[in-house]
Protein backbone atom coordinates (compact mmCIF):
# COMPACT_ATOMS: atom_id res chain seq x y z
CA UNK A 1 0.00 0.00 0.00
CA UNK A 2 1.40 3.38 -0.94
CA UNK A 3 0.10 6.75 1.63
CA UNK A 4 0.20 9.75 -0.37
CA UNK A 5 -0.15 13.30 1.24
CA UNK A 6 -0.20 17.17 0.35
CA UNK A 7 0.39 19.12 2.83
CA UNK A 8 -0.25 23.09 3.71
CA UNK A 9 -0.09 24.74 6.63
CA UNK A 10 -3.62 24.93 7.02
CA UNK A 11 -4.29 21.12 6.18
CA UNK A 12 -3.44 17.96 4.45
CA UNK A 13 -5.17 15.36 1.62
CA UNK A 14 -4.20 11.79 2.57
CA UNK A 15 -4.63 9.26 -0.35
CA UNK A 16 -4.48 5.55 0.06
CA UNK A 17 -3.44 3.27 -3.03
CA UNK A 18 -4.47 -0.24 -1.71
CA UNK A 19 -2.76 -3.25 -2.81
CA UNK A 20 -6.12 -3.80 -5.02
CA UNK A 21 -6.10 -0.95 -6.25
CA UNK A 22 -8.79 0.78 -4.92
CA UNK A 23 -8.04 4.36 -3.36
CA UNK A 24 -9.34 6.21 -0.13
CA UNK A 25 -8.95 9.20 1.36
CA UNK A 26 -9.12 11.65 4.06
CA UNK A 27 -8.22 15.17 4.81
CA UNK A 28 -6.55 16.31 7.88
CA UNK A 29 -4.70 19.44 9.59
CA UNK A 30 -1.94 20.64 7.84
CA UNK A 31 1.83 20.80 8.47
CA UNK A 32 4.81 23.37 8.68
CA UNK A 33 8.52 21.88 9.57
CA UNK A 34 9.36 25.67 9.70
CA UNK A 35 6.82 26.10 12.95
CA UNK A 36 6.07 22.66 14.29
CA UNK A 37 9.02 20.04 15.41
CA UNK A 38 8.81 16.21 14.21
CA UNK A 39 7.45 15.90 17.70
CA UNK A 40 4.37 18.02 16.65
CA UNK A 41 3.48 16.43 13.77
CA UNK A 42 3.92 13.09 14.84
CA UNK A 43 1.78 13.86 17.76
CA UNK A 44 -0.97 14.91 15.26
CA UNK A 45 -0.65 12.56 12.31
CA UNK A 46 -1.53 9.70 14.72
CA UNK A 47 -4.99 9.95 14.24
CA UNK A 48 -7.36 6.97 13.64
CA UNK A 49 -7.21 6.88 10.14
CA UNK A 50 -3.28 6.76 9.75
CA UNK A 51 -2.91 4.53 12.90
CA UNK A 52 -5.13 1.61 11.36
CA UNK A 53 -2.86 1.76 8.61
CA UNK A 54 0.16 1.63 9.96
CA UNK A 55 1.23 -1.71 9.26
CA UNK A 56 0.24 -2.05 6.37
CA UNK A 57 1.86 1.26 4.60
CA UNK A 58 5.09 0.28 2.55
CA UNK A 59 5.73 3.42 0.40
CA UNK A 60 4.62 7.71 1.83
CA UNK A 61 5.31 9.95 -0.49
CA UNK A 62 4.87 13.58 1.20
CA UNK A 63 4.61 16.80 -0.78
CA UNK A 64 4.34 19.59 1.72
CA UNK A 65 4.95 23.62 2.56
CA UNK A 66 8.11 23.69 4.14
CA UNK A 67 9.78 21.08 2.95
CA UNK A 68 12.20 22.78 0.99
CA UNK A 69 15.96 22.13 2.80
CA UNK A 70 17.29 18.80 3.55
CA UNK A 71 16.77 19.56 7.37
CA UNK A 72 13.06 20.33 6.86
CA UNK A 73 12.50 17.30 5.13
CA UNK A 74 14.39 15.18 7.53
CA UNK A 75 12.17 16.71 10.43
CA UNK A 76 9.25 15.55 8.22
CA UNK A 77 10.59 12.29 7.78
CA UNK A 78 11.48 11.69 11.10
CA UNK A 79 8.03 12.40 12.39
CA UNK A 80 6.50 10.30 9.35
CA UNK A 81 8.69 7.38 10.53
CA UNK A 82 7.23 7.51 14.35
CA UNK A 83 3.90 6.82 12.74
CA UNK A 84 4.97 4.53 9.71
CA UNK A 85 8.49 2.67 11.01
CA UNK A 86 8.30 -0.11 8.27
CA UNK A 87 7.50 2.37 5.40
CA UNK A 88 9.93 3.98 2.89
CA UNK A 89 9.60 7.51 2.81
CA UNK A 90 9.84 10.48 0.59
CA UNK A 91 9.44 14.08 1.04
CA UNK A 92 9.15 16.41 -1.42
CA UNK A 93 8.48 20.34 -1.53
CA UNK A 94 5.03 21.66 -2.42
CA UNK A 95 6.30 22.80 -5.17
CA UNK A 96 7.07 19.29 -6.99
CA UNK A 97 3.26 18.44 -6.32
CA UNK A 98 1.75 21.46 -7.84
CA UNK A 99 4.54 21.24 -10.74
CA UNK A 100 3.28 17.00 -11.14
CA UNK A 101 -0.20 17.69 -10.89
CA UNK A 102 -0.86 20.54 -13.32
CA UNK A 103 2.03 20.74 -15.82
CA UNK A 104 2.45 16.50 -15.66
CA UNK A 105 5.13 15.98 -18.49
CA UNK A 106 5.00 19.40 -20.07
CA UNK A 107 6.68 22.64 -19.78
CA UNK A 108 4.68 25.39 -17.39
CA UNK A 109 5.16 27.56 -14.62
CA UNK A 110 3.50 25.53 -11.29
CA UNK A 111 2.13 28.10 -8.34
CA UNK A 112 0.56 27.57 -5.32
CA UNK A 113 -1.72 30.12 -3.63
CA UNK A 114 -3.55 28.45 -0.28
CA UNK A 115 -2.59 30.12 2.94
CA UNK A 116 0.86 31.27 1.35
CA UNK A 117 2.03 31.09 -1.83
CA UNK A 118 5.41 30.03 -4.02
CA UNK A 119 5.80 29.35 -7.44
CA UNK A 120 8.74 27.03 -10.13
CA UNK A 121 9.18 27.08 -13.33
CA UNK A 122 8.96 23.07 -14.51
CA UNK A 123 10.65 21.58 -17.26
CA UNK A 124 8.43 18.82 -17.86
CA UNK A 125 10.72 16.95 -15.43
CA UNK A 126 11.83 18.58 -13.08
CA UNK A 127 12.39 22.25 -11.18
CA UNK A 128 14.59 24.91 -13.12
CA UNK A 129 14.24 27.47 -11.08
CA UNK A 130 11.74 28.70 -7.77
CA UNK A 131 11.57 32.46 -6.68
CA UNK A 132 12.26 33.29 -2.92
CA UNK A 133 9.59 31.79 -0.52
CA UNK A 134 10.08 33.99 2.69
CA UNK A 135 7.11 33.35 4.61
CA UNK A 136 3.72 34.95 5.68
CA UNK A 137 5.99 38.18 7.77
CA UNK A 138 8.57 38.80 4.39
CA UNK A 139 6.30 37.48 1.89
CA UNK A 140 3.41 35.71 0.59
CA UNK A 141 1.81 37.59 -2.07
CA UNK A 142 -1.52 36.28 -3.34
CA UNK A 143 -2.01 33.91 -0.72
CA UNK A 144 -4.64 33.72 2.25
CA UNK A 145 -2.30 35.27 4.89
CA UNK A 146 -1.35 38.28 2.73
CA UNK A 147 -4.84 39.28 1.98
CA UNK A 148 -6.07 38.70 5.07
CA UNK A 149 -3.85 40.38 6.70
CA UNK A 150 -4.40 43.28 4.58
CA UNK A 151 -8.30 43.14 5.51
CA UNK A 152 -7.11 43.21 8.90
CA UNK A 153 -4.69 46.54 8.48
CA UNK A 154 -7.55 48.49 7.38
CA UNK A 155 -9.83 47.28 9.88
CA UNK A 156 -7.66 48.78 12.94
CA UNK A 157 -6.46 51.82 11.01
CA UNK A 158 -10.63 52.07 9.96
CA UNK A 159 -9.58 52.52 6.37
CA UNK A 160 -12.05 50.59 4.82
CA UNK A 161 -15.69 50.89 3.70
CA UNK A 162 -18.32 51.12 6.91
CA UNK A 163 -20.43 48.44 5.20
CA UNK A 164 -17.80 46.01 5.21
CA UNK A 165 -16.05 46.92 8.72
CA UNK A 166 -19.76 46.66 10.03
CA UNK A 167 -19.95 42.83 8.70
CA UNK A 168 -16.95 42.17 9.75
CA UNK A 169 -18.09 43.61 13.99
CA UNK A 170 -21.32 41.54 13.20
CA UNK A 171 -19.81 38.65 12.40
CA UNK A 172 -16.62 38.05 13.96
CA UNK A 173 -17.31 40.46 16.70
CA UNK A 174 -13.69 41.63 15.63
CA UNK A 175 -11.62 44.13 17.81
CA UNK A 176 -8.34 45.34 17.16
CA UNK A 177 -7.82 43.60 20.75
CA UNK A 178 -8.80 40.04 19.28
CA UNK A 179 -6.78 40.65 15.99
CA UNK A 180 -3.51 41.22 18.03
CA UNK A 181 -4.43 38.53 20.77
CA UNK A 182 -4.58 36.07 17.44
CA UNK A 183 -2.00 37.47 15.99
CA UNK A 184 0.57 37.90 18.36
CA UNK A 185 -0.24 35.66 21.28
CA UNK A 186 -2.02 32.36 19.51
CA UNK A 187 0.72 30.10 17.20
CA UNK A 188 -0.42 29.87 13.11
CA UNK A 189 -1.31 33.57 12.50
CA UNK A 190 -1.33 33.02 9.18
CA UNK A 191 -3.72 30.30 9.37
CA UNK A 192 -6.02 32.90 11.07
CA UNK A 193 -5.29 35.85 8.87
CA UNK A 194 -6.12 33.36 5.99
CA UNK A 195 -9.56 32.62 7.58
CA UNK A 196 -10.84 35.74 6.80
CA UNK A 197 -10.21 34.86 2.77
CA UNK A 198 -13.70 33.09 3.08
CA UNK A 199 -15.59 36.11 4.63
CA UNK A 200 -14.18 38.51 1.56
CA UNK A 201 -14.85 35.83 -1.09
CA UNK A 202 -18.35 36.05 -0.12
CA UNK A 203 -18.31 40.04 -0.06
CA UNK A 204 -16.28 39.91 -3.81
CA UNK A 205 -18.91 41.36 -5.66
CA UNK A 206 -18.25 44.57 -3.11
CA UNK A 207 -15.52 46.65 -5.03
CA UNK A 208 -13.26 46.82 -2.03
CA UNK A 209 -12.95 43.30 -1.56
CA UNK A 210 -12.82 42.09 -5.07
CA UNK A 211 -9.45 44.70 -4.86
CA UNK A 212 -7.74 43.44 -2.03
CA UNK A 213 -7.67 40.23 -4.28
CA UNK A 214 -7.18 41.52 -7.74
CA UNK A 215 -4.49 43.62 -6.45
CA UNK A 216 -2.80 41.32 -4.69
CA UNK A 217 -2.82 39.05 -7.29
CA UNK A 218 -1.10 41.55 -9.43
CA UNK A 219 1.94 41.51 -6.78
CA UNK A 220 2.08 37.84 -6.95
CA UNK A 221 2.29 37.83 -11.16
CA UNK A 222 4.79 40.91 -10.76
CA UNK A 223 6.91 39.37 -8.05
CA UNK A 224 7.38 35.42 -9.08
CA UNK A 225 5.85 34.50 -12.76
CA UNK A 226 7.66 37.99 -13.97
CA UNK A 227 11.24 36.77 -12.97
CA UNK A 228 11.24 33.60 -15.21
CA UNK A 229 12.79 33.61 -18.43
CA UNK A 230 10.05 33.59 -21.67
CA UNK A 231 7.13 33.81 -18.71
CA UNK A 232 4.81 34.68 -21.30
CA UNK A 233 5.43 31.59 -23.93
CA UNK A 234 4.68 29.41 -21.11
CA UNK A 235 1.06 28.27 -19.34
CA UNK A 236 0.99 29.30 -15.82
CA UNK A 237 -0.95 26.94 -13.79
CA UNK A 238 -2.25 27.06 -10.04
CA UNK A 239 -3.55 25.22 -7.25
CA UNK A 240 -4.36 25.89 -3.96
CA UNK A 241 -7.75 27.03 -2.12
CA UNK A 242 -7.62 30.91 -2.42
CA UNK A 243 -6.74 30.37 -6.17
CA UNK A 244 -9.76 28.01 -7.11
CA UNK A 245 -12.51 30.00 -5.35
CA UNK A 246 -11.38 33.22 -6.92
CA UNK A 247 -10.68 31.81 -10.09
CA UNK A 248 -12.72 34.97 -12.09
CA UNK A 249 -10.51 37.30 -10.38
CA UNK A 250 -7.48 35.56 -10.54
CA UNK A 251 -8.03 35.39 -14.39
CA UNK A 252 -8.86 38.63 -14.98
CA UNK A 253 -5.85 39.76 -13.25
CA UNK A 254 -3.55 36.86 -15.69
CA UNK A 255 -5.45 38.66 -18.67
CA UNK A 256 -4.88 41.98 -18.07
CA UNK A 257 -1.15 41.42 -17.32
CA UNK A 258 -0.67 39.05 -20.75
CA UNK A 259 -0.36 35.66 -19.18
CA UNK A 260 -2.36 32.30 -20.18
CA UNK A 261 -3.78 30.29 -17.52
CA UNK A 262 -4.57 26.72 -17.53
CA UNK A 263 -5.23 24.85 -14.69
CA UNK A 264 -6.68 25.98 -11.85
CA UNK A 265 -7.05 23.17 -9.15
CA UNK A 266 -7.68 23.13 -5.46
CA UNK A 267 -5.83 20.61 -4.64
CA UNK A 268 -2.90 18.90 -6.53
CA UNK A 269 -3.72 15.17 -4.98
CA UNK A 270 -5.87 13.84 -7.40
CA UNK A 271 -3.22 14.70 -9.75
CA UNK A 272 -0.65 13.06 -7.73
CA UNK A 273 -2.32 9.80 -7.34
CA UNK A 274 -1.99 9.52 -11.12
CA UNK A 275 0.91 10.53 -11.24
CA UNK A 276 2.14 7.48 -9.07
CA UNK A 277 -0.16 5.45 -10.05
CA UNK A 278 1.99 5.23 -13.17
CA UNK A 279 5.14 4.84 -11.62
CA UNK A 280 3.89 1.90 -10.09
Not at 5 to 31: E, L, M, P, Y
Not at 160 to 167: L, Y
Amino acid sequence: MILIADSGSSKTDWRVIHANGQISQFRGVGFNPYYQSSEQMASEMKVDFLLNLQDEIREIHYYGAGCSTPERKAEVAKALSTVFPSASIEVDHDLAAAARATCGHSAGIACILGTGSNSCDYDGEKIIANRPAPGYILGDEGGGGYIGQKLLKDFINEDMPQEIRKDLIDEFQLTQAIIQENIYRKPFPNRYMASFCRFISEHKSHPYCYRLFYDSFMEFFEMHVFRYPDFHKKPVNFVGSIAYYNSDILRKAAMDKGLHVKLILESPIAGLTLYHQEML
